[in-house]
């Protein structure tokens, strides 16, 4: 129903800057608010940003929270996750993901997930 595809990831420096893009296609974009989690090899999925339908209001994960920017574009049917001052910590495996609902932080509340993008982080 909905296909989520991302992109934009790669290898950055730390206290460097990446800009992901998710790519939405089926329904209409504009019925979903989405959401970025990220999960790191022997890791739990963890969240990392969400946006509602509109875009009028944004939630961050704490260790986030300042460095990282969630915007959408409902004309492009595209969400950004806009990376900034990045840590080593930072370096997993980025999703993308739909929902009906805005519950930001509940993983278990998102209907549609796309396959991933990879942000490694180096020294």
């Known amino acids: 129903q909905v296909q989520l595809v991302e992109s934009g990831g790669g290898l950055v420096q730390a206290g460097g800057s990446l800009r992901l893009s998710c790519a939405a296609s089926g329904r209409p974009f504009s019925s979903f608010a989405m959401g970025w989690f990220r999960q790191a090899p022997g890791k739990e999925r963890e969240f990392v940003a969400a946006v509602t339908k509109s875009g009028g209001s944004t939630s961050y994960a704490d260790s986030v929270r300042g460095r990282v920017t969630i915007s959408r574009d409902n004309t492009k049917n595209t969400v950004y996750l806009q990376m900034a001052s990045l840590k080593l910590e930072d370096t997993a495996l980025y999703y993308c993901?739909?929902?009906?609902?805005?519950?930001?932080?509940?993983?278990?509340?998102?209907?549609?997930w796309g396959q991933g993008t990879q942000v490694t982080v180096s020294s």
């Open positions: 993901a739909a929902s009906q609902l805005y519950m930001p932080t509940f993983r278990l509340g998102y209907n549609y």
